[in-house]
């Protein structure tokens, strides 16, 4: 069963920074893309992702500001956000898409979510 844990979630002020953490497990973690969507009530939004060989991909709104990482040996993908906004204000999603073993088909898996709230 693949397990997607969030955490580091939280208040933050305007300006402030937080760092979200996402450890996966029973999922072949380094050949899987990695990914951070937010939902703010209306839909899904993509916020970054970070592909098996390194590659990264950011929503406009956050460029330059956010900052996906992620330790294949310790099957955590992270999210560094900086320069926070009111906006910023969602449920955050950790998201993988890969496989659980060899010979098994690829899929999409998400974590429950963290809540980051930034006010002042």
């Not at 990914?35 to 950011?58: C, E």
């Amino acid at each position: 069963q693949v397990q997607l844990q969030e955490s580091g979630g939280g208040l933050a002020q305007p300006g402030g920074s937080l760092r979200l953490s996402c450890a996966a497990s029973g999922l072949m973690f380094s050949g899987s893309t990695m990914g951070w969507y937010r939902s703010p009530g209306k839909q899904d939004h993509l916020v970054a992702t970070i592909t098996s060989d390194g590659r990264t991909n950011y929503a406009d709104s956050v460029k330059d500001r956010f900052t996906i990482s992620r330790a294949n040996g310790e099957n955590t993908v992270y999210l560094q956000m900086n320069s926070l906004k009111p906006e910023d204000t969602a449920v955050y999603l950790c998201y993988a898409f890969g496989r659980r073993r060899w010979g098994t088909p690829t899929s999409d898996y998400w974590g429950q979510g963290t809540q980051v709230t930034v006010s002042s």
